[in-house]
């Protein structure tokens, strides 16, 4: 290896890890940033949507850039708008402008397909699929160091624009550090299906602002109404487009096969019930018992490191462990199990949430089922489709899992705002939480009988345990897997053969 290869692991490791920290940088301050702004908790609560529903576009476009492109271009422009956008965040104290820089920062997504790919072009097959294990661990390390450090910085009541400047800070670090990787070609041809990007973004947006804003408008008006039927006439005319084009963003061949759609209604779950309880156990703490009769009153620090901190940071051991039941078990069960998991710790914050260890056990089982459940989804889908269309399974269940981030955060802030108890600064009731918590449980519940009946039986392939980590790390980056049938070949090219 040369000694600029040498720097791909370093690289791949600190990128991957500013994408989580970007992500929950943000998540226990929401309600200090409607403060500052003198917005509505819905208003707010888009500071952490329009990121999500940005990188559910972004995500497969970057993945698809990188492979005309080139790597390294494309890594640089993405931590050069990321900086731009955090830049932005930082100096300004407008909504629509602060708005316009987290969709900026939501590029960083596709900076975790792209350092995956720059591993497979510059490690030996040896250290293959170890370096992407360690690269996939830092998605729990970044979100824990994220939490860490927005609670240090505003344990004294802080002001949340130090978050986008530490964020700036921290991709200029990024963008030093990539501008040092080997220079390599394109490895595709083709085009970018620009329209089909624009049309998705749109019908997204259709689609959560007014699950978002319903309080607001009305759940009958005419502005509901008429935003989610243009959602349904836009994404109609997404997937008409999808099926027109040569090289489409999104093949809609995966959007019929019956294991692919549950796959990816399993993603969407999981993308819920992820975002779901950091909001909600984040509002929950943060809410003064005094004034509502429930809630620990706690700071941001404290409900960064005490609370969520430890579902995060979980996650540098649960990992390994999903890897392992899926080479045990088989994906599908593995689904089940963290299906089940998620109803148990939704259903036990439902009922349980009036001490400290209570919420916390809560949520540590919702976020382990969450990393068992992502660990399953790249070996189900290369069960069920053909080798060579694992990248765009595992593109579609990315956006999949991202939008459903964003209908856990529309619904979570859908219950946050309504009844609310009367006072200089509104607070949701407990019955908002238990709501929120008893509706994961069922989704959770569903999910389970979905992937336990609907999922035909597979005769589980003998797959070591590095294997199952080689696929979970490329699937959850959108990237191609081998599957069953695929003959064997270089692992820097694909892992191994089955």
């Known amino acids: 290896m040369t000694s600029k290869s040498r720097l791909a692991l370093p690289v791949a490791c600190y ?14 301050v929401v309600a200090d940033i409607r403060t500052a702004l003198d917005v509505s908790v819905s208003a707010a609560s888009w500071v952490v949507t329009a990121n999500l529903l940005a990188a559910a576009v972004f995500t497969p476009m970057l993945g698809r850039l990188g492979d005309l492109y080139g790597r390294r271009p494309v890594m640089l422009g993405v931590l050069a708008v990321v900086l731009l956008g955090s830049i932005l965040a930082a100096t300004t104290s407008d909504l629509p402008l602060l708005l316009v820089g987290r969709v900026a920062q939501a590029a960083s997504f596709g900076l975790f397909p792209l350092a995956i790919g720059v591993l497979r072009e510059e490690l030996p097959p ?53 501008w040092q990787l080997p220079r390599r070609a394109g490895a595709a041809a083709g085009r970018l299906d ?44 997404f997937v008409l487009l999808e099926r027109r084009v040569t090289h489409p963003l999104v093949s809609t061949r995966m959007l019929s096969h019956r294991p692919i759609v549950v796959a990816n209604a399993a993603g969407l779950f999981l993308g819920f019930a992820m975002f779901a309880v950091f909001l909600a156990v984040s509002a ?108 765009i399974a595992n593109s579609v269940n990315s956006i999949s899992r991202s939008v459903g981030m964003s209908l856990g955060t529309a619904f979570v802030v859908t219950m946050m705002t309504r009844n609310a108890i009367p006072g200089p600064v509104p607070l949701p ?21 979905v992937v336990a009946g609907a999922l035909p039986r597979v005769r589980p392939e003998p797959l070591t345990v590095a294997e199952v980590e080689a696929d979970e790390v490329l699937g959850a980056a959108g990237l191609e897997v081998a599957g069953p049938q695929a003959g064997a070949g270089p692992l820097s090219e694909e892992v191994p053969a089955r």
């Open 15 to 28: 990128v991957v890890l500013l994408v989580s920290a970007l992500q929950t940088l943000v998540v226990p």
């Open 194 to 237: 620009w329209a089909g990007a624009a049309l998705l973004g749109l019908g997204l947006v259709l689609l959560i602002l007014p699950l978002e804003e319903g309080n607001g408008w009305g759940w009958g008006s005419a502005r509901v109404l008429g935003s989610l039927a243009a959602a349904v006439v836009v994404l109609v005319a």
């Open 429 to 449: 009731r407990e019955a908002q939480f238990v709501t929120v918590f008893v509706v994961g449980a069922v989704l959770a519940a569903i999910a389970a009988a």
């Open 284 to 391: 929950l703490v943060q809410t003064p018992r005094e004034v509502a009769g429930y809630g620990f009153g706690a700071s941001v620090l404290a409900a960064s490191l005490v609370y969520l901190l430890p579902g995060t940071a979980g996650g540098v051991l649960t990992a390994p462990l999903g890897g392992r039941l899926v080479a045990r078990f088989g994906a599908k069960a593995t689904l089940v199990i963290a299906a089940v998991l998620a109803c148990a710790g939704f259903a036990m914050l439902a009922v349980l949430h009036a001490a400290t260890w209570e919420v916390i056990v809560g949520a540590l089982i919702v976020n382990t089922a969450v990393t068992f459940g992502y660990a399953a989804l790249p070996a189900l889908l290369i069960a069920h489709v053909a080798p060579a269309e694992t990248g």
């Open 126 to 178: 040896q250290r293959l699929t170890g370096a992407m294990a360690l690269v996939s661990g830092m998605l729990s390390v970044g979100a824990g160091f994220g939490l860490v450090v927005t609670g240090l910085l505003m344990r004294n009541g802080g002001d949340y624009h130090e978050l986008f400047w530490l964020a700036t800070a921290l991709t200029a670090i990024g963008l030093a550090g990539a």
